[in-house]
């Protein structure tokens, strides 16, 4: 049984330092943003969580804040599923110590400044917010003033944002520690305002002209892919039926000849390090030369 802690808060429209190139690696909790409020906490729970509610407003201080997303996480990675915008958390029966938070933003309002798209930073695995910009690019490009900031202009045109392909920093930290696995762009949500955002895993999030609205821009580690052992009957490890099927020595799911298990984690690696792009290419791959009949059933 994995401790739960389940707690609701705010998302606002950026820290007060959130656009300068000042420790950009940082984590813009409620420390650094005042905007981000604890509306409840609820202590913990213990798994398995078969339905927790969100509210789908909570007042405070004359304010009505609506319910976006739930995320989850064991401080290191996302539990798969999340982050989700269903109103209920589910979990497994897991183990370790968990942290689960519904965010909730004021519905409408402009950001207290000009009018413009603003796109926030949220790594799920962290479970908050991060200070670098998701922005890579922007349309029109004069409407993004960059390096570090998250707004682009519409007081002119429409507006377009293309999400960074991963942070620039992986982990929190100002120097980054040998081995540190890439927080890949996973997918935009839009949260207020006349957004518009491409499915995932396209990377373009619009906002009419004249208009302001906020944006999310989940980043996260890639999620490793359960291979050397068959995935629903579908999926298996792409090197353990190679060597497989040419009698490699040591013992595994392909007769006493076939690998043995590190395969399967040393390939769980690997796709794990590539982009859900890269990632969708490779499985595609594999598909193909399974359909070819060049690889096992």
Same mark, same amino acid.
């Given at each position: 049984?994995?401790? &739960? *802690?389940? !707690?609701?808060?705010?998302?606002?429209?950026?820290?007060?330092?959130?656009?300068?190139?000042?420790?950009?690696?940082?984590?813009?909790?409620?420390?650094?943003?005042?905007?981000?409020?604890?509306?409840? !906490?609820?202590?913990? &729970?213990?798994?398995?969580?078969?339905?927790?509610?969100?509210?789908?407003?909570?007042?405070?201080? /004359?304010?009505?804040?609506?319910?976006?997303?739930?995320?989850?996480?064991? /401080?290191?990675?996302?539990?798969?599923?999340?982050?989700?915008?269903?109103?209920?958390?589910?979990?497994?029966?897991?183990?370790?110590?968990?942290?689960?938070?519904?965010? *909730?933003?004021?519905?409408? @309002?402009?950001?207290?400044?000009?009018? @413009?798209?603003?796109?926030?930073?949220?790594? &799920?695995?962290?479970?908050?917010?991060?200070?670098?910009?998701?922005?890579?690019?922007?349309?029109?490009?004069?409407?993004?003033?960059?390096?570090?900031?998250?707004?682009?202009?519409?007081?002119?045109?429409? $507006?377009?944002?293309?999400?960074?392909?991963?942070?620039?920093?992986?982990?929190?930290?100002?120097?980054?520690?040998?081995?540190?696995?890439?927080?890949?762009?996973?997918?935009?949500?839009?949260?207020?305002?006349?957004?518009?955002?491409?499915?995932?895993?396209?990377?373009?999030?619009?906002?009419?002209?004249?208009?302001?609205?906020? $944006?999310?821009?989940?980043?996260?580690?890639?999620?490793?892919?359960?291979?050397?052992?068959?995935?629903?009957?579908?999926?298996? !490890?792409?090197?353990?039926?190679?060597?497989?099927?040419?009698?490699?020595?040591?013992?595994?799911?392909?007769?006493?000849?076939?690998?043995?298990?590190?395969?399967?984690?040393?390939?769980?690696?690997?796709?794990?390090?590539?982009?859900?792009?890269?990632?969708?290419?490779?499985?595609?791959?594999?598909?193909?030369?399974?359909?070819?009949?060049?690889?096992?059933?």
């Amino acid at each position: 049984m994995a401790i &739960v *802690y389940i !707690d609701f808060r705010t998302i606002s429209w950026g820290a007060p330092n959130e656009d300068d190139s000042n420790n950009v690696w940082q984590v813009e909790d409620g420390t650094n943003d005042p905007g981000e409020i604890t509306l409840k !906490d609820y202590g913990t &729970v213990g798994t398995p969580i078969a339905g927790f509610p969100a509210d789908p407003t909570v007042a405070l201080g /004359g304010n009505n804040y609506s319910f976006v997303f739930w995320n989850a996480t064991n /401080g290191l990675n996302a539990i798969d599923g999340y982050p989700s915008t269903a109103e209920k958390l589910v979990i497994p029966n897991l183990s370790g110590v968990l942290h689960a938070t519904a965010w *909730y933003a004021l519905p409408g @309002g402009d950001g207290h400044g000009p009018p @413009g798209l603003r796109a926030r930073t949220f790594d &799920v695995d962290v479970n908050n917010f991060r200070k670098e910009t998701p922005i890579h690019s922007a349309t029109p490009a004069a409407a993004w003033p960059g390096p570090n900031n998250h707004s682009v202009s519409t007081q002119s045109a429409d $507006a377009a944002a293309t999400a960074k392909n991963s942070l620039t920093y992986p982990e929190p930290v100002s120097s980054q520690p040998p081995g540190t696995l890439p927080k890949y762009f996973k997918k935009w949500l839009a949260v207020t305002g006349p957004i518009t955002a491409d499915p995932a895993p396209g990377q373009v999030v619009k906002c009419k002209s004249a208009s302001s609205g906020l $944006a999310l821009a989940f980043f996260g580690h890639g999620k490793p892919l359960v291979i050397g052992k068959p995935a629903g009957g579908l999926i298996y !490890d792409y090197w353990a039926e190679f060597w497989g099927k040419r009698g490699a020595e040591g013992t595994g799911p392909w007769g006493p000849h076939g690998p043995s298990d590190p395969v399967g984690p040393l390939t769980q690696r690997w796709l794990q390090s590539l982009s859900p792009r890269e990632q969708q290419s490779a499985l595609g791959m594999i598909a193909a030369k399974r359909a070819a009949g060049e690889f096992m059933p």
